[in-house]
């Protein structure tokens, strides 16, 4: 089993910077991949960014291509946390935020939200022009 509890959102100008954070306890073996979500009023739940993090494995992060340049996600095995920094905000990126555990093998499909068994409960970023 897996917990996860995001926490750092808030409200922002355009332009500005958040950063969330989600703490992880349980099993290591389902952080391996790991990612962000976020889900806007009367839309589908997307993904943000996720990031592979195995034992022995170079790092490897993914990122939506309307956040590129602009998010980073890590991950900080020795803290137990996942971090997104997020930059430039743009009023469309206001959504709920989740964090996510247990993503497929090397992170395949990483933007699929059935690929994941754990989530956070999530924090709302709200970015107001």
């Known amino acids: 089993q897996v917990q996860l509890v995001e926490s750092g959102g808030g409200s922002v100008q355009v332009g500005g910077s958040l950063s969330l954070s989600c703490a992880i306890s349980?099993?290591?073996?389902?952080?391996?991949?790991m990612a962000w979500f976020r889900q806007a009023p009367g839309k589908e739940r997307e993904g943000v960014a996720a990031?592979?993090?195995?034992?022995?494995?170079?790092?490897?992060?993914y990122y939506a291509d309307s956040v590129k340049g602009r998010f980073t996600i890590s991950q900080d095995n020795a803290e137990n946390k996942l971090y997104l920094q997020m930059n430039s905000l743009k009023p469309e990126d206001t959504a709920m935020y989740y964090c996510?555990?247990?993503?497929?093998?090397?992170?395949?499909?990483?933007?699929?939200?059935?690929?994941?068994?754990?989530w956070g409960q999530g924090t709302q970023v709200t970015v107001s022009s």
């Open positions: 996510a555990a247990g993503g497929g093998w090397q992170c395949d499909n990483w933007y699929a939200s059935d690929e994941y068994g754990y």
């Open positions: 349980g099993s290591i073996y389902s952080t391996y991949c």
């Open positions: 990031i592979y993090t195995a034992i022995n494995t170079a790092v490897s992060t």
